[in-house]
């Protein structure tokens, strides 16, 4: 019997990346960490020994707990923090099962730019329209959740950039950009592993339209009017971003089982 507070790989799978879901913590001891030093999409570092620091950075959110195995570690601290009116479970089999699971994404600890264990700074150019939301939105749900993002004028991107520590991305001859056909957005799915197919399905609408490709996807045109019309809402770009983020949640819901569903009318005659 499984336990009450015990969750499997395949049901993780279909958490990652959607709003509201648990925080995944990897709390793998430093000696099995740089054993296979990759993570789950969306998870965080953190000290198997510091309850109490994890306590306080979860902030009354639930969590899911992934040590090697599964066993005493993931366990022990899933029941403190349940014991302390957290909601909270453990991977079964850790993140050895996870590795084993088909086709799961793991990101290379090493691709995050900066220090890992601490959250990401991201600069591009202000006014965003489709890739310069696609991406935050991806960060944040698949890599850093804790990510930040600055928009600045185009000539300030570089100068930001090393006054603040921060990455630049979607800019012309960046490493975190454009690539031959491919965009901004497909560069990050590479560079974090992040190939799947539910996010290749999205990747090429995202491409189609930030490309002025919409052959290549349908869903193109629809994606540019949106993002457009987002962009003429605000002024503020950090307020357009997190009205945007929905958006690609809707999409990403769409890509991953939602893209076989139609819709005509009137409705009987197609039930």
């Given at each position: ?6 969750i499997?790989?395949a049901?993780?799978?279909?958490l ?8 995944i ?38 969590s ?9 570690l ?49 600069v ?6 489709i ?36 990455t ?6 960046g490493f975190?950009s ?16 992040l190939?799947?197919?539910?996010l ?11 490309t ?18 987002l ?16 958006l690609?949640?809707?999409l ?6 939602g ?13």
């Open positions: 019997m499984a336990a009450p507070n015990e499997a790989p049901q993780l799978t279909r990652i990346g959607i709003p509201g879901a648990s925080c913590v990897d709390i793998r001891t430093p000696e099995d960490f740089a054993e296979d030093p990759y993570l789950i999409p969306g998870s965080f570092r953190h000290d198997p020994k510091d309850p109490e620091g994890l306590i306080q950075r979860l902030a009354g959110s639930p899911i707990l992934a040590c090697q195995k599964g066993k005493k993931s366990q022990g601290m899933a029941s403190w923090l349940r014991s302390e009116g957290l909601v909270a479970e453990y991977l079964k089999g850790g993140t050895e099962a996870w590795k084993a699971l088909p086709a799961a994404p793991r990101v290379p600890y090493g691709a995050l730019p900066g220090n890992p264990d601490a959250p990401s700074l991201w591009t150019r202000h006014r965003p329209k890739d310069r939301i696609a991406c935050p939105w991806l960060i944040r749900r698949f890599v850093d959740p804790e990510a930040r993002f600055l928009f600045v004028a185009p000539a300030e991107v570089v100068l930001v950039a090393e006054r603040f520590g921060a630049p991305f979607d800019t012309e001859g975190w454009h690539r031959g056909e491919n965009c901004s957005f497909d560069t990050m799915l590479d560079e974090f592993g190939h799947t197919e539910a290749d399905r999205l990747a090429l609408v995202v491409r189609a339209a930030d002025k490709q919409h052959q290549l996807a349908p869903e193109a045109a629809g994606l540019l009017a949106l993002s457009v019309g962009s003429r809402q605000f002024r503020d770009d950090h307020q357009q971003l997190a009205a945007g983020l929905p690609y949640d809707a990403y819901r769409w890509a991953r089982d893209q076989g569903e139609s819709h005509n009318w009137p409705s009987e005659k197609h039930q």
